[in-house]
């Protein structure tokens, strides 16, 4: 039988190509001028990598400039991996031999395609690979794929885990991409740390019971939930110190919207949580389950507030409605932030987290992750903007306004695409 990720919309495309002068429905705001590039696991023709995490990464670009669509196309990511190079490097592994299929972003002069256990992957505009980068020999760990660029001093601050020690080490790049910070952080063994948060004072790690298990080599994905591990948040100053640990429910946490510092100095992150349950019955769904018509369950949008000043952590569901890929203007990432996106099934969501209220618009196949483009320079209002989703089944890209999620624009592609990660919106300023 084939496997669950193997079929449907996450089913893969079996070759790459190109696209030119692209039809659109409505009108795409000239100030869309730029690259939509979404990254996401499409292994070749005939390859059963056996788990949907471990396709090899291809990134899906939609070039658009003064109100057009010039040009689509799809280029895998030619890691060391897909050519078939057989590599070993410290500790018997080469980081630069991964898949880089789960996030694409710009950050100084550079574009990575990113993969959580591995060094980044750098292409060009037109998505032609160059290589793995390293930072001049500086990084020696594997790099998360969600890393977080500071709003106010354009530094991106990410982290390394492993399966062997250093299981944890946080690093941090300077606004000109220099690699000029490196440490390790203690935690108890090797667990999957998918995602964290920084805020304007501190990085919030996420130390959570999905661990590495040797015995799970060469069947998917070799990580496992494990009772005995716990669960906890820690908050660490970033100019130094060391990591305070709060206790919390056990779950699981993909993807964090954000964190910041609320007026009585506490830490609120709001992400989203899978209880042990719905995290498990989702694992055993991308990991090729029998039946292909059981749905897993959804995270639902969580806030813990850690308050440093009684050791305590306050935990809440903020809706019960099953969602992913939480997204914000990322001019407040680690600030303050009034709204955030994520999608379900067949919806894009707007969540006012000051009031609880939300609004959706409803696509015609399942979303991908819906990226705010702010207007112009981003000075007007947090919301004054676009969101940018790749709605695969239906080959469109789909903008909304931000603001009030009506359709602006569609693009449509030549293809279907299959369901993916996460992607960026590269303007031609950047």
Not at 86 to 99: C, N, R
Not at 120 to 148: I, N, Q, S, W
Not at 195 to 217: K, S, Y
Not at 417 to 424: D, E, R
Request: negative net charge; proline residues 8%; contains cysteine.
């Amino acid at each position: 039988m084939t496997a669950t990720y193997l079929q449907g919309h996450l089913a893969p495309v079996p070759d790459e190509i190109d696209a030119l002068d692209l039809p659109v429905e409505g009108t795409l705001p000239p100030e869309l001028t730029g690259r939509y590039f979404r990254n996401g696991p499409n292994p070749p023709p005939g390859h059963d990598p056996g788990h949907w995490f471990t396709g090899d990464g291809m990134i899906h670009g939609v070039r658009l400039r003064d109100g057009r669509a010039e040009w689509y196309r799809n280029r895998w990511v030619r890691t060391r991996k897909l050519a078939g190079a057989q590599f070993v490097g410290p500790a018997g592994i080469d980081l630069s031999a991964v898949i880089a299929n789960t996030h694409v972003i710009h950050h100084a002069d550079k574009i990575l395609a990113l993969v959580e256990n591995g060094l980044p992957y750098e292409v060009t505009g037109e998505l032609e690979t160059v290589g793995p980068c390293d930072f001049g020999g500086r990084l020696t760990t594997a790099m998360t794929a969600h890393p977080k660029e500071d709003p106010l001093t354009g530094e991106l601050h990410f982290f390394g885990y492993g399966f062997a020690a250093p299981y944890l080490t946080y690093h941090r790049l300077d606004a000109a991409g220099e690699l000029v910070e490196s440490r390790e952080i203690p935690v108890p063994g090797p667990t999957m740390m998918h995602d964290f948060a920084i805020t304007r004072n501190h990085v919030v790690w996420l130390d959570l019971p999905v661990v590495f298990d040797l015995g799970l080599i060469g069947h998917g994905m070799p990580y496992r939930w494990d009772d005995s591990y716990g669960a906890r948040l820690g908050v660490m100053p970033r100019a130094g110190g060391e990591v305070r640990w709060f206790d919390i429910d056990p779950c699981y946490v993909f993807h964090v919207g954000n964190a910041r510092e609320d007026t009585l100095g506490r830490v609120v992150i709001d992400a989203a949580r899978y209880a042990p349950g719905a995290f498990m019955r989702l694992w055993g769904h991308i990991g090729g389950a029998a039946d292909p018509a059981a749905q897993a369950e959804g995270a639902v949008l969580h806030r813990w507030v850690l308050d440093p000043a009684s050791g305590t952590a306050k935990e809440e569901p903020l809706d019960d409605l099953g969602v992913e890929f939480p997204t914000i203007n990322e001019r407040h990432t680690g600030l303050a932030n009034d709204y955030l996106y994520a999608v379900t099934d067949g919806e894009i969501v707007k969540y006012d987290i000051r009031t609880g209220a939300s609004r959706m618009h409803r696509t015609d196949g399942p979303p991908g992750e819906a990226v705010f483009v702010p207007r112009g320079s981003g000075s007007g209002a947090e919301d004054d903007g676009w969101l940018l989703s790749i709605v695969g089944s239906c080959a469109e890209l789909l903008v909304l306004d931000a603001a009030d999620l009506t359709r602006v624009a569609s693009v449509r592609l030549p293809r279907r695409v299959p369901a993916g990660f996460h992607g960026s919106w590269i303007g031609d300023e950047a």
